[in-house]
Antibody
Framework: EVQLVESGGGLIQPGGSLRLSCAASGFTVSSNYMSWVRQAPGKGLEWVSV???????YYADSVKGRFTISRDNSKNTLYLQMNSLRAEDTAVYYC???????????????WGQGTTVTVSS | EIVLTQSPGTLSLSPGERATLSCRAS???????LAWYQQKPGQAPRLLIY???SRATGFPDRFSGSGSGTDFSLTISRLEPEDSAVYYCQQYRTFGQGTKVEIK
């Protein structure tokens, strides 16, 4: 079964750091484009970062310089290292698999259940 | 930067009625990159439509997507109680703000 399971969320003080994990099963993370998407309480979806199969990484302007996406191929796991956290980073963080057909982006077809990050003193 | 504007914000309809949700882009976008998601309370989003009009696995044919250029729409032809959810459109890395569909 194709599945993503996130972990690592929690309550953290402003300025602190947290690392989220996203363990995949049923497919290979390194062969796919993998994204992090977040959703603040009561708000919509916001794309955060992507790790391309070839190794390139991209970030939303709101997290650039503070967040780092990475992967461990041996563990088939995607990570999001979050530093200098702010109250506005409070959200449910989802990892998701990008669906492509050739060069055409066809959305995100596999999502984890999400992990909650709360930044508060 | 592309902005996606969804309307209406909330749609309240009865079972069996037709729902039409709009997603308007601030500039012309590729239909190939236009997706729709369904999100129910407490759940992760679920891919519903991709390539503007192709239905994802597991969704019935009463869900359909259409559009091109800057104007896209999601239609639910005959609403069922389980269609109550928030629907988001997405163009590559940008999401719309969502339309909440309520079933009376």
């Amino acid at each position: 079964e194709v599945q993503l399971v996130e972990s690592g969320g929690g309550l953290i003080q402003p300025g602190g750091s947290l690392r989220l994990s996203c363990a995949a099963s049923g497919f290979t993370v390194s062969s796919n484009y993998m994204s992090w998407v977040r959703q603040a309480p009561g708000k919509g979806l916001e794309w955060v970062s992507v790790f391309y199969s070839g190794g390139s990484t991209y970030y939303a302007d709101s997290v650039k310089g503070r967040f780092t996406i990475s992967r461990d191929n041996s563990k088939n796991t995607l990570y999001l290292q979050m530093n200098s956290l702010r109250a506005e980073d409070t959200a449910v963080y989802y990892c998701a698999r990008d669906k492509y057909s050739g060069y055409d982006f066809y959305g995100m077809d596999v999502w984890g259940q999400g992990t909650t990050v709360t930044v508060s003193s | 930067e592309i902005v996606l504007t969804q309307s209406p914000g909330t749609l309240s309809l009865s079972p069996g009625e037709r729902a039409t949700l709009s997603c308007r882009a601030s500039q012309s976008v590729s239909s190939s990159y236009l997706a729709w998601y369904q999100q129910k309370p407490g759940q992760a989003p679920r891919l519903l439509i991709y390539g503007a009009s192709s239905r994802a696995t597991g969704f019935p044919d009463r869900f359909s997507g259409s559009g091109s250029g800057t104007d896209f729409s999601l239609t639910i032809s005959r609403l069922e109680p389980e269609d109550s959810a928030v629907y988001y459109c997405q163009q590559y890395r940008t999401f719309g703000q969502g339309t909440k569909v309520e079933i009376k």
